[in-house]
């Protein structure tokens, strides 16, 4: 079966939420929006960052910055449309990266062991 792109903001929020059960920042100054895997942590040794969503000046969903991919010199992006398929093959991957990361960050605890707040 072929799905239609995910063409709106409020489209890919649910998928992003809903389907690969990421938590979401609210939206910034409607051009950007970043979602985290299971909680929004920001400090630099343990964050969960996992995508961040860019509007154009319409405020259409036109980039998706793939953040675990990503580095200082570096961007990793995927462009619209965005297929359903793809998107969450490209989610599951950045998750899979981030994994190894919060499991060193939380010595003699798995991953799905984390506590729930991000301080």
Partial sequence: MTHRPLATAEELHDF?????????EPAHSG????????????HPARTTRTAKLLFDHAGAPFRLQ??????????????APFGRDALKR???AET??????????MPGKSVDEA???SM
């Fill in 16 to 24: 992003l939420t809903r389907e690969c059960a990421l938590v979401a």
């Fill in 31 to 42: 051009s950007w929006r970043t979602y985290f895997f299971r909680e929004v942590v920001w």
């Fill in 66 to 79: 793939l953040c675990v991919s990503s580095d200082n010199n570096n961007s990793v992006f995927l462009a």
């Fill in 90 to 92: 490209a989610i599951d």
């Fill in 96 to 105: 899979a990266q981030l994994m190894p990361r919060l499991a060193g960050t």
């Fill in 115 to 117: 506590p729930s707040s």
